[in-house]
């Protein structure tokens, strides 16, 4: 007990941690408890952070805020019809139309390995093809109820994103033009006695900012590299894999690698093993390594790094809790948690030991 009582008073015994604690388990609270019914005022508020950099641009050039705000909207609005109008149209189609292409694929699949019994007879044999054409069999049909169901739920979710579309740029509009003010009532709201936890948030605005924006630009560059690459080729679905493999770059080491499956199947079924489904795959790994290796470093030089098992750790976690968001997420959230680590004082603050800022 009195260890506990210890360890209690060491890290629990400044007012300032008990402030900060506070902090982070009101934020949680909020977003495990009304996360579904605030998901459009967040999606809102991660949109105007983005978009403040453009906004604070301009108002270094001595542009006044309403009209720098007015400019950065419409682009933004221009941007998002382009989006709703241009790519998600092609998306969506493309992705209809490799649904119905699946149970080909899989027949394929099924004609390809029912020939390696004659061909590798020592390794294979037709009673082991048997089971597994039969159970290919039953996951084409539960596929074929799990789409079927999908599209009942798809009206369902096409009311949710039009009050997405339309309530999403209206709270982007407001948290930018009102920003001071929106600001001013949370810092009323907190305590006076605040220094650490404006502390932690400096160093997590710092990190997190850098991230995020970098990995928009990530997105739009990986995906359009790709697109480009799979036109070249004439590659079957180049929009939707495209977009798929721009957008596995949120989740690193395990995006790209779950992405080579289905560009492999697709360049597999349209042009078979020949010498362009290896350009195809060649230049999907080409894309990915100097993704890695060229990319990320110059776009995140500024971002302290996270150990892998640390971002896998991390993607498991959120995404276990908080599902596509918590994956979108993982990263700016385990760099808040690294962040509170090094900034959480290990002794009381007047023996003077306490994680400087900058060092998460």
């Given at each position: 007990?009195?260890?506990?009582?210890?360890?209690?008073?060491?890290?629990?015994?400044?007012?300032?941690?008990?402030?900060?604690?506070?902090?982070?388990?009101?934020?949680?609270?909020?977003?495990?408890?009304?996360?579904?019914?605030?998901?459009?005022?967040?999606?809102?508020?991660?949109?105007?952070?983005?978009?403040?950099?453009?906004?604070?641009?301009?108002?270094?050039?001595?542009?006044?805020?309403?009209?720098?705000?007015?400019?950065?909207?419409?682009?933004?609005?221009?941007?998002?019809?382009?989006?709703?109008?241009?790519?998600?149209?092609?998306?969506?189609?493309?992705?209809?139309?490799?649904?119905?292409?699946?149970?080909?694929?899989?027949?394929?699949?099924?004609?390809?390995?029912?020939?390696?019994?004659?061909?590798?007879?020592?390794?294979?044999?037709?009673?082991?093809?048997?089971?597994?054409?039969?159970?290919?069999?039953?996951?084409?049909?539960?596929?074929?109820?799990?789409?079927?169901?999908?599209?009942?739920?798809?009206?369902?979710?096409?009311?949710?994103?039009?009050?997405?579309?339309?309530?999403?740029?209206?709270?982007?509009?407001?948290?930018?033009?009102?920003?001071?003010?929106?600001?001013?009532?949370?810092?009323?709201?907190?305590?006076?006695?605040?220094?650490?936890?404006?502390?932690?948030?400096?160093?997590?605005?710092?990190?997190?900012?850098?991230?995020?924006?970098?990995?928009?630009?990530?997105?739009?560059?990986?995906?359009?590299?790709?697109?480009?690459?799979?036109?070249?080729?004439?590659?079957?679905?180049?929009?939707?894999?495209?977009?798929?493999?721009?957008?596995?770059?949120?989740?690193?080491?395990?995006?790209?690698?779950?992405?080579?499956?289905?560009?492999?199947?697709?360049?597999?079924?349209?042009?078979?093993?020949?010498?362009t489904f290896l350009y195809v795959l060649g230049?999907?790994v080409l894309t990915q390594a100097l993704d890695?290796?060229?990319?990320?470093?110059?776009?995140?030089?500024?971002?302290?790094?996270?150990?892998?098992?640390?971002?896998?750790?991390?993607?498991?976690?959120?995404?276990?809790?908080?599902?596509?968001?918590?994956?979108?997420?993982?990263?700016?959230?385990?760099?808040?948690?690294?962040?509170?680590?090094?900034?959480?004082?290990?002794?009381?603050?007047?023996?003077?030991?306490?994680?400087?800022?900058?060092?998460?």
């Open positions: 007990m009195q260890r506990v009582t210890g360890w209690f008073n060491k890290h629990f015994s400044n007012p300032q941690v008990i402030i900060l604690a506070a902090v982070l388990l009101g934020g949680v609270l909020i977003v495990v408890g009304m996360g579904r019914m605030l998901a459009p005022l967040l999606a809102g508020l991660v949109i105007a952070y983005l978009l403040e950099v453009p906004v604070a641009l301009l108002e270094r050039l001595r542009v006044p805020r309403l009209l720098s705000v007015a400019v950065v909207f419409l682009l933004f609005l221009t941007l998002l019809v382009l989006i709703l109008f241009g790519v998600v149209p092609a998306v969506t189609h493309q992705l209809s139309e490799l649904v119905n292409r699946v149970p080909d694929y899989f027949a394929t699949a099924r004609d390809s390995l029912l020939a390696l019994p004659d061909k590798y007879p020592e390794f294979v044999s037709q009673a082991q093809l048997s089971q597994f054409t039969s159970a290919i069999g039953d996951e084409i049909a539960s596929f074929g109820q799990a789409v079927l169901k999908r599209t009942v739920v798809s009206l369902v979710d096409l009311i949710g994103l039009v009050i997405y579309i339309v309530l999403v740029p209206v709270l982007v509009f407001f948290f930018l033009k009102d920003k001071s003010v929106l600001v001013g009532w949370v810092r009323a709201c907190l305590p006076k006695n605040r220094d650490l936890v404006s502390r932690v948030w400096k160093d997590v605005d710092k990190q997190i900012g850098n991230y995020v924006r970098g990995k928009v630009v990530e997105i739009v560059i990986v995906g359009m590299v790709t697109y480009l690459t799979f036109q070249w080729f004439g590659l079957n679905f180049s929009v939707l894999l495209a977009t798929l493999v721009g957008f596995s770059v949120l989740i690193p080491f395990i995006g790209a690698t779950v992405m080579t499956f289905p560009v492999a199947l697709v360049a597999w079924s349209q042009f078979g093993l020949d010498a230049s999907y890695g290796n060229v990319l990320v470093p110059l776009l995140f030089s500024q971002v302290n790094n996270l150990h892998p098992v640390a971002i896998i750790s991390a993607v498991l976690v959120f995404g276990g809790i908080w599902g596509i968001w918590g994956v979108f997420f993982a990263i700016p959230l385990a760099t808040l948690v690294q962040a509170v680590m090094s900034a959480w004082p290990g002794e009381p603050v007047d023996a003077g030991v306490a994680g400087e800022p900058g060092n998460a």
